[in-house]
T-cell receptor, first 111, second 113 residues
Framework: GQGVEQPAKLMSVEGTFARVNCTYS??????LSWYQQREGQAPVFLSY????GLKDSGHFSTFLSRSNGYSYLLLTELQIKDSASYLC????????????FGIGTLLSVKP | EAAVTQSPRSKVAVTGGKVTLSCHQT?????MYWYRQDTGHGLRLIHY???????EKGDIPDGYKASRPSQENFSLILELASLSQTAVYFC????????????FGHGTKLSVL
């Protein structure tokens, strides 16, 4: 069916890296966004991708493969403050550019 | 920095009562949205608007009305609040329907008892 899937939880260690996966199935595709949401706060935009490949934005990098319906958000040199939920959202171009959100992946960064 | 402000921050309502959530943006954006967030669900679109005095239904509009009296203001109205409407509600704005970036308000935690 149509939707955006993300693992519910992910754990990693300070100073290392974490990869947050997102798979999607939509009739059309018009871009994919990543948001960070800290506990009790609003989602904050991190990145937008529409073309295949890796987009490096420093602490955050984003990969997209449209043929596989797959994206990941890569966080490097993790800090404790990176602990948050990371939301994947896909623009479905076949349904009026509706934005479909995944449930979010709760990343816990341990010392 | 673009700003979206919501009021109230939290609200306790009784079943069957009327609730109004307000949203104000200073981004000069045409599009405004109301989402609800529940554990185990992604953000779900309730209503949206792309011009003043006009609103559109999102994916889960039942039990909700919306009002856009001006470009800056967008309200969500629960005429008869129900237990199932307990959730966190987020308002957001963007400069076009397929905008890359949504700017979210801080959210309103609504508890219906």
């Amino acid at each position: 069916g149509q939707g955006v899937e993300q693992p519910a939880k992910l754990m990693s260690v300070e100073g290392t890296f974490a990869r947050v996966n997102c798979t999607y199935s939509t009739s059309g595709f018009n871009g994919l966004s990543w948001y960070q949401q800290r506990e009790g706060q609003a989602p904050v935009f991190l990145s937008y991708v529409v073309l295949d490949g890796l987009k490096d934005s420093g602490h955050f990098s984003t990969f997209l493969s449209r043929s596989n319906g797959y994206s990941y958000l890569l966080l490097t040199e993790l800090q404790i403050k990176d602990s948050a939920s990371y939301l994947c959202a896909v623009r479905d171009g076949s349904s009026g550019n509706k934005l479909i959100f995944g449930i979010g992946t709760l990343l816990s960064v341990k010392p | 920095e673009a700003a979206v402000t919501q009021s109230p921050r939290s609200k306790v309502a009784v079943t069957g009562g009327k609730v109004t959530l307000s949203c104000h943006q200073t981004n000069n954006h045409d599009y405004m949205y109301w989402y609800r967030q529940d554990t185990g669900h992604g953000l779900r679109l309730i209503h949206y608007s792309y011009v003043a005095d006009s609103t559109e239904k999102g994916d889960i509009p039942d039990g909700y009305k919306a009002s856009r009296p001006s470009q800056e203001n967008f309200s969500l109205i629960l005429e008869l609040a129900s237990l199932s409407q307990t959730a966190v509600y987020f308002c957001a704005s963007s400069d076009k329907r397929a905008g890359e970036r949504l700017f979210f308000g801080h959210g309103t935690k609504l508890s219906v008892l």
